[in-house]
């Protein structure tokens, strides 16, 4: 019996859409069964799609679209959030969330649209499903959100429509519809969020750390839009296009994002960073590590491009020597978590910002380091940078961030979640870090078992499951904070799916992996 990878996937995702559904019971949850069956039968649209070349745009190739997987992300975390903070009483927060997974169910619904709109012949039964589920969509929106959410639902569904015009016209083969879907989706929220606080300046309160992400993620979107529209008339690679491109990074971050951000935290961002970061010898300390951990990892890199230039046949960095870097994140990671969360959230978004303008800066050609970041980042390609920019680190930061930056802080009584929320933060150190890492190293050099259909092997999963069951138990050691009340079998249950869920994707399991953990412990 042949088994297809997207079944199992798909099968995957099921599961744990069943898992939130039984813990929230709710008319959110009943859609999102609803959403997840409808989505099963248009992937198989897209990938068809994909297959024809049929697709309005270039997608990513050797994946399938993705749909499942990526469309219940956001109505998932919105279900958990919401649980969460209704729990907590925060009622504000609680209809936030629910905005959030009616935004994840419309731009999965509209995705869905596009699909069978370009499928010829209409594929009536598919039409007749997506129907059904939207239908329940939108009276349960009607039920459940006021005008004023439906509005800002609305807007981020136009920014989306706009954005992906833009990112897949200008960014062929870099997304599968899925990747779109979710990355596109979710800065589309972003934007969106941060001009209705920015309209509203007089209901901004909360944690002044929790603006610097919104900030970074508009700012790098219009600087890449804006020099990407630019270059397409004028050549980037001459020395006064360089020294153009820095000066309009300069005034976009010193002009624009500057006097930005110190309108929603109140003072000038550079002296509160200065006040922030040398707060006590501990943060002075974890800096100078992280500092130290920098090096190490360039050092990694300008080895491995040293030992292409002298071997006498094409070098190309092996999937253990990759996973390298995800020790380091690692090692990054953790003292972080358990010492100071609040330094750690605003790093990796200073990070993230030197991330993507580095990326600019090696996909544009700038001078004088353009074309250096070439040659040094082409050693690590794999088959899933098959676009004209490289993710891969990109990736790799985001999936272990976002579960810190995620992490529902109003809704947890002094910043801690009780049972298996404890472990949220951890939710990228053990799905990327610690799971994708073991389940790659394992199972390139042992494996011999190979999970059907895929390239993936049992052994792999297996000590996966292993390994991040193992780093629970020195999380629960050296972070008082955690206390699981009894939820074990709930941790190892979700661990496991996910797990499943890595050996089956052809997704960016990167990203998509501590999503869907985050998801499963936060409730």
Request: hydrophobic share 55%; proline share 4%.
């Amino acid at each position: 019996m042949q088994f297809n990878p997207v079944h199992v996937e798909s099968t995957v995702v099921l599961a744990v859409v069943l898992c939130v559904h039984m813990v929230v019971w709710n008319q959110h949850s009943w859609c999102s069964i609803a959403l997840v069956i409808q989505a099963f039968y248009v992937q198989h649209k897209w990938d068809r799609l994909l297959r024809s070349g049929g697709a309005v745009f270039q997608f990513r190739p050797a994946a399938n679209s993705g749909i499942v997987p990526a469309s219940m992300v956001m109505p998932l975390l919105g279900l958990a959030l919401r649980e969460k903070c209704s729990a907590s009483g925060n009622v504000y927060f609680e209809r936030f969330s629910m905005v959030i997974t009616i935004t994840g169910m419309m731009l999965a619904l509209f995705l869905s649209l596009i699909a069978l709109g370009i499928t010829r012949p209409v594929p009536t039964n598919t039409c007749v499903i997506a129907g059904m589920a939207g239908s329940a969509i939108l009276y349960t929106t009607k039920q459940t959100l006021t005008v004023s959410e439906v509005i800002e639902v609305l807007e981020v569904l136009l920014i989306f429509v706009y954005l992906s015009l833009i990112v897949l016209y200008l960014l062929p083969r870099c997304f599968t519809p899925g990747e779109a879907l979710l990355i596109v989706g979710g800065i589309s929220f972003i934007v969106n969020q941060l001009i209705k606080r920015s309209l509203n300046l007089a209901e901004v309160k909360g944690d002044p750390v929790n603006y610097f992400l919104p900030v970074v993620v508009v700012g790098s979107l219009l600087l890449g839009v804006f020099f990407a529209l630019l270059f397409c008339f004028m050549e980037s690679e001459t020395w006064v296009s360089s020294l153009f491109f820095h000066m309009m990074t300069a005034v976009l971050g010193l002009g624009i994002l500057m006097p930005w951000l110190s309108l929603f935290i109140g003072r000038h961002p550079i002296m509160w960073l200065l006040d922030f970061l040398t707060l006590n010898d501990r943060r002075l300390c974890l800096l100078g590590y992280w500092v130290f951990l920098a090096v190490v990892a360039t050092c990694v890199v300008l080895h491995q491009n040293y030992q292409r230039q002298s071997g006498s046949k094409k070098h190309q960095a092996s999937t253990v020597v990759r996973k390298y870097f995800h020790l380091i994140v690692v090692a990054t990671y953790v003292p972080g978590l358990i010492y100071d969360r609040q330094l750690l959230h605003v790093a990796s978004v200073g990070c993230l910002a030197v991330f993507l303008f580095l990326e600019y800066v090696r996909y544009f050609r700038i001078r004088p380091l353009g074309q250096l970041l070439r040659q040094l980042l082409t050693l690590f390609l794999d088959e899933r940078d098959s676009g004209p920019l490289i993710l891969t680190h990109v990736y790799l930061l985001l999936g272990m961030s976002l579960p810190i930056w995620l992490f529902p802080g109003p809704c947890a009584p002094k910043g801690i979640l009780p049972g298996a929320g404890g472990l949220v933060p951890y939710a990228g150190v053990l799905a990327v870090g610690v799971g994708d890492t073991v389940a790659s190293v394992f199972g390139s050099t042992m494996g011999e078992i190979r999970w059907p259909g895929t390239k993936k092997t049992m052994e792999g999963t297996a000590t996966s499951v292993f390994a991040q069951i193992i780093a629970v138990a020195m999380f629960l050691i050296f972070d008082g904070s955690i206390n699981l009340n009894s939820t074990y079998s709930w941790i190892v249950g979700s661990i496991t799916l996910v797990a499943m869920l890595e050996a089956y994707t052809s997704q960016i399991d990167n990203l998509l992996l501590p999503l869907y953990l985050f998801i499963l412990l936060l409730l």
